[in-house]
């Protein structure tokens, strides 16, 4: 009897152990609020665009300092009307550039969804949303034909200086429709250049936009820089464009 006391003192210990373990992990999960949302219409279903897709080469556009001396995130948050309590996903955060600036603008009602396609730069903005303490972050791993966003979330999603990379841009655009909510708004803010040299011209972007049911409501030249933001109305979930009506743009 006294050699059974011992064993079960250390199976209860190990128990405990396993248990704390669990919840630990458990915690992290939550706390880090990764997610994935349930997936969109297949990449086959939709046309390839008929111009250049620029490779994806760097998880930040430009030197972090020089976006805010230019004054970048206080033109977009005016044009787009970013307020406290709404959900802003960025579609393509990379490094997290807006991630960082938009958390406390949204405040604590509201919530961030920092989603990209390269798992190595999720990994490096879950420790930089950590080491910032930023509780109202979620990171998503979306795919090149789908953002992978909950339904109905999204106040404004917003693509910067990225929709030139996106190799399934129809597809895209169709399964980010049910993710917004009515009245919500899809923010694009890129070069004037062609494509294959990272922008994206205006008229190409307004056509690829239109194919899937997109509305344009405004393009503004961004100061500081040779960029703009253009601003769309999704279309609803009823009246997008079925993907096998999709007619290509054409780069001009």
């Given amino acids: 009897m006294n050699g059974e006391a011992p064993r079960r003192y250390f199976g209860d210990v190990m128990r405990t152990a396993i ?27 939709f046309p390839k665009p008929d111009r250049p897709v620029a490779d994806i080469v760097s998880p930040i556009w430009h030197d972090e300092k020089q976006r805010d001396d230019a004054g970048e995130p206080r033109q977009l948050v005016r044009l787009l009307g970013i307020n406290s309590g709404m959900t802003i996903a960025d579609i ?22 920092a989603e990209d396609v390269v798992p190595e730069y999720l990994q490096d903005l879950r420790s930089r949303v950590h080491g910032l303490g930023l509780q109202n972050v979620a990171i998503s791993l979306g795919e090149p034909r789908d953002p992978r966003l909950p339904a109905g979330s999204l106040d404004i999603a917003i693509l910067v200086h990225m929709y030139h990379e996106i190799t399934q841009p129809y597809a895209l655009l ?42 344009e409501i405004s ?34």
Avoid: W
């Avoid at 991630?99 to 603008?105: A, D, N």
């Avoid at 769309?232 to 054409?250: N, Q």
């Fill in 219 to 252: 393009l503004d030249r961004l100061t500081g820089s040779d960029a703009y933001l253009a601003l769309f109305e999704p279309p609803t979930i009823a009246s997008r464009t079925r993907p096998e009506t999709m007619v290509t743009c054409k780069a001009p």
């Fill in 174 to 215: 169709y399964n980010l429709v049910p993710a917004l909510k009515p009245g919500a708004r899809v923010g694009i803010v890129d070069a004037y250049g062609p494509t294959s040299e990272h922008g994206t011209p205006p008229s190409l972007l307004r056509c690829e936009f239109a194919v899937v049911g997109y509305r």
């Fill in 19 to 45: 248990v704390a373990v669990f919840a630990a992990a458990f915690t992290i999960s939550v706390s880090a609020q990764d997610f994935m949302a349930e997936s969109g219409a297949p990449a086959s279903a």
């Fill in 92 to 113: 393509g955060a990379g490094s997290g550039y807006y991630v960082v600036r938009l958390s406390p603008i949204v405040g604590p009602h509201g919530r961030i969804i």
